[in-house]
């Protein structure tokens, strides 16, 4: 079965630091990565994902995440936070099976929390 | 169309009674997700439609829960007898399954229910 681990549930950073929030995921078969954030208040939305290709894959806002096969890693980077990313975030996988992408599988989340 | 929406955006009920939520998916989105996130846990999934056939039930999917998609556009997701454990966020997610698989799903803000 598949299963999501998302190794910090809080990470609290000063602005225009770094930061890598963490995912490992299990999974027998071939799978999709993702991660989603969630701004307080407000519903999930994708950031970026992995289908296949590059397993380094970058969003808009200056996030980037990389698949890691041997250490079956996904983990989220962004060299320097702003204010405005804090939010919770979301690692999630999805198997191909049937032809499709399935349903999403969850990690429980880790609190973004960037300070002044 | 501005994206998935959810009615109501809250629910507060006492125990024992029923309750039903309302998704609306981006249009001409052939599959439909239902999703449970409780306090400090990931999304879980419940169950999902591509066009009006429910085909994957999750084992968290009682038999007091039940899901409809009758057209093929919005659904209905039933809690009957309602429990304090029921109490949740529940999500829909919508999407549009393409050649190869790739189906990324849109979620809607979510239906806060409290069970008193």
């Known amino acids: 079965a598949q299963s999501v681990t998302q190794l910090d549930s809080q990470v609290p950073v000063f602005e225009e630091a770094p930061v890598e929030l963490r995912c490992n995921y299990s999974?027998?078969?071939?799978?999709?990565l993702f991660w989603y954030v969630q701004y307080p208040n407000q519903g999930l939305q994708l950031l970026l994902k992995?289908?296949?290709?590059?397993?380094l894959v970058e969003s808009i806002n200056g996030f980037e995440a990389e698949f890691n096969k041997s250490q079956t890693s996904f983990h989220l980077r962004k060299p320097s936070v702003h204010i405005s990313d804090t939010a919770e975030y979301f690692c999630?996988?999805?198997?191909?099976?049937?032809?499709?992408?399935?349903?999403?599988?969850f990690g429980k989340g880790t609190k973004l929390s960037v300070k002044p | 169309d501005t994206g998935v929406s959810q009615d109501p955006r809250h629910k507060i009920t006492k125990r024992g009674q029923n309750v039903t939520f309302r998704c609306d998916p981006i249009?001409?989105?052939?599959?439909l997700y239902w999703y449970r996130q409780t306090l400090g846990q990931g999304p879980e999934f419940l169950t999902y439609?591509?066009?009006?056939?429910?085909?994957?039930k999750s084992r968290l999917l009682s038999d007091r829960f039940s899901a409809e998609r009758p057209k093929g556009s919005f659904s209905t997701l039933e809690i009957q007898r309602t429990e304090q454990g029921d109490s949740a966020m529940y999500l829909c997610?919508?999407?549009?399954?393409?050649?190869?698989?790739?189906?990324?799903?849109?979620f809607g803000p979510g239906t806060r229910l409290t069970v008193l």
């Open positions: 999974s027998s078969v071939s799978v999709y």
């Open positions: 997610a919508s999407s549009f399954l393409l050649a190869g698989g790739n189906n990324e799903q849109f």
């Open positions: 439609f591509q066009n009006e056939a429910q085909l994957e």
């Open positions: 249009s001409e989105h052939n599959r």
């Open positions: 999630a996988v999805s198997e191909f099976r049937g032809g499709s992408q399935g349903n999403l599988i």
């Open positions: 992995y289908l296949s290709g590059s397993t």
